[in-house]
């Protein structure tokens, strides 16, 4: 913290731009979103993983994934995967369009709760990637073991994006500016009657 320091003064040590808040940070924020959610629906829609055998071809998506380890009794696993692949990417989108939104209008809605919102989605960020790492691993155990060829589909590569858009969003969103609140309109308060103020007048001269 420099002292004294000016709104565009240059920075002493690193000599960049000094700024109250990130600079352009809604805008910033809104484009990662928008980006996020435009690809969010072919990252659950386009398969992440197609398996080639002597079986034939089998394509997945996430949600066929977790429907297949919840049929086959890895209830745990499905369940893992649901949250961390299609919850939490979805959490994220409407948590920081929520946060974005509310700070760009300047709302004292929830101060305090929407802090914490923030640290949370901070918090389960990182387990997006999961679905990432189960399609590597399977990758690697099945070609090492010769059964068939796995490889990543498209999903996969939208999915990634929508981590990476998130996680651009979340970085790029200033939580300072949840707390600029802007001032309301101040109540008006109306004159009294004429007939009041005679008689307010009159009071005082009868007590004197």
């Known amino acids: 913290m420099w002292e004294g320091a000016s709104e565009g003064e240059v920075c002493g040590r690193c000599a960049t731009r000094l700024h109250r808040r990130k600079a352009d940070s809604f805008n910033r924020t809104w484009a ?7 690809l969010y629906v ?12 002597l079986f034939g071809t089998q394509q997945d998506t996430i949600l066929s994934g977790v429907i297949y380890f919840w049929v086959t009794g890895a209830y745990g696993l499905a369940a893992l995967i649901f949250f961390a692949s299609f919850l939490v990417p979805l959490f994220k989108l409407v948590a920081l369009s929520l946060l974005n939104f ?3 209008r300047g709302s004292d809605w929830r101060l305090e709760e929407r802090a914490r919102l923030y640290r949370v989605v901070e ?11 189960v399609v590597s691993l399977l990758v690697g155990l099945v070609r090492i073991q010769g059964f068939a060829v796995i490889t990543a ?6 999915f990634g994006a929508v981590v990476v858009l998130t996680m651009l969003a979340s970085l790029s969103f ?17 004159p009294a009657p004429p007939d009041a103020a005679i008689e307010m007048d009159m009071n005082r001269g009868g007590t004197s």
Do not use: C, H, K
């Not at 589909?153 to 939208?158: C, M, R, S, T, Y």
């Open 174 to 190: 200033d939580p300072r500016t949840t707390w600029d609140v802007r001032p309301g309109p101040q109540p008006e308060v109306a």
């Open 102 to 104: 509310l700070a760009q």
């Open 123 to 133: 918090a389960i960020g990182r387990w997006s990637m999961l679905d990432v790492f």
């Open 153 to 158: 589909g498209l999903g996969i590569a939208a």
């Open 32 to 38: 990662y979103l928008i980006a996020a959610a435009i």
């Open 42 to 53: 072919p990252a659950n829609m386009l398969p992440v993983m197609v398996t080639r055998s």
